[in-house]
């Protein structure tokens, strides 16, 4: 199985940047079409953008679109996540997520394998 592993989080003030990284171990991360994810507390996990095993294909949701964009590059078993223009309601625990399922999903109960997750807060 895969281990994932985010990192790139921290306090940003409102309008700011920040890029996530997920590095993965164990396995290739080729096999994996990839999500990010979110969760702010008292909320229930929150799907934000997908990309597919090749990088040809991603999926945004209407919270992250025109803001957040995700990358990969499988030669570095990493996937990225690009957050511009971050408001304080983006403030959460941000996670990485792999499926090795063929059918594309943004249901995070069909993400087989995550990250622990990196905290980004943001500032007004």
């Known amino acids: 199985q895969v281990q994932l592993a985010e990192s790139g989080g921290g306090l940003v003030q409102a309008g700011g940047s920040l890029r996530l990284s997920c590095a993965a171990s164990g396995r290739t991360l080729s096999e994996y079409a990839m999500g990010w994810f979110r969760q702010a507390p008292g909320k229930e996990r929150e799907f934000l953008v997908r990309i597919s095993r090749s990088g040809s294909i991603t999926r945004t949701s209407d919270s992250a679109k025109g803001r957040f964009t995700i990358s990969r590059d499988n030669t570095k078993n990493t996937v990225y996540l690009q957050m511009d223009s971050l408001k304080p309601e983006d403030t959460a625990v941000y996670y990485c997520?792999?499926?090795?399922?063929?059918?594309?999903?943004?249901?995070?109960?069909?993400?087989?394998?995550w990250g622990q997750g990196t905290q980004v807060t943001v500032s007004s």
């Open positions: 997520a792999a499926d090795r399922g063929t059918v594309p999903t943004t249901l995070p109960q069909r993400f087989e394998y």
